[in-house]
């Protein structure tokens, strides 16, 4: 059983296209964080929210916590094919940390 | 380069061998993590080591242990060695043995075991 659902777990769009990514929990979590990993390489951390319905902005990302610190989402604006990649949400829940199932996102051009 | 060095990048050894996965983490950085990411797991938490001692316990078999070093590397070894431990495992390093501010990642070690 994951403790952090995502979703969609595949997602293929073409450039500059919009979408959003979902990451939930029946769990309050004390922070969330998103990253980003490409094939080959270890996931690069994007953003850490940590207050309930705080919304963080990094260019045409958008992340989002929701109020009741259960789940989060990650929409991208005008996607670019270097955004491809798997995007994974992690999180501290009851004193143990938790990485999503994960969001495989291809832009094409 | 995100500054934790993994070494070696890529292994492949034989059912009931044991080998020894190496991290440095990054400069100034005194917690170290190891996680294995296979395609049906996604990543999981194996151990954590902050300033040379044991922090956290993940999903760790028995035949996997760690230690942390004076210099602050990390190696992990693993031992009795069976084909469904073939994965990707990471070591990422932070500056605070608090998890939930994020980490450095590694590139990883593919280790396939035949």
């Known amino acids: 059983t994951q403790l952090l659902e995502q979703s969609p777990q595949f997602l293929s769009i073409q450039e500059g296209e919009n979408l959003t990514v979902y990451c939930n929990s029946s769990?309050?979590?004390?922070?969330l964080q998103w990253y980003r990993q490409e094939p080959g390489e270890g996931p690069v951390l994007l953003v850490t929210?940590?207050?309930?319905?705080e919304v963080k902005k990094l260019k045409r990302l958008t992340f989002q916590f929701g109020d009741a610190r259960k789940d989060s989402s990650l929409h991208i604006t005008a996607a670019q094919p270097g955004d491809t990649g798997l995007y994974l949400c992690?999180?501290?829940?009851?004193?143990?940390?938790?990485f999503g199932t994960g969001t495989s996102l291809t832009v094409i051009p | 380069d995100s500054g934790v060095t993994q070494t070696p990048k890529h292994l492949i050894t034989a059912t009931g061998q044991r080998v020894t996965l190496r991290c440095s983490p990054r400069?100034?950085?005194?917690?170290v993590y190891w996680y294995q990411q296979s395609l049906d797991q996604g990543l999981q938490f194996l151990i954590q080591?902050?300033?040379?001692?044991?922090?956290a316990k993940g999903n760790i078999l028995e035949r996997f242990s760690a230690q942390q070093f004076p210099d602050l590397h990390s190696e992990l070894n693993l031992s009795s060695l069976e084909l469904g431990d073939s994965a990707l495992y990471f070591c990422?390093?932070?500056?605070?043995?608090?998890?939930?501010?994020?980490?450095?990642f590694g590139s990883g070690t593919r280790l396939t075991v035949v």
């Open positions: 990422a390093s932070s500056v605070t043995p608090v998890r939930n501010y994020g980490y450095t």
């Open positions: 769990s309050v979590f004390s922070s």
């Open positions: 929210v940590v207050t309930g319905g």
């Open positions: 992690a999180g501290d829940s009851g004193n143990q940390f938790y």
């Open positions: 400069s100034g950085d005194l917690s």
């Open positions: 080591y902050y300033n040379g001692e044991e922090r």
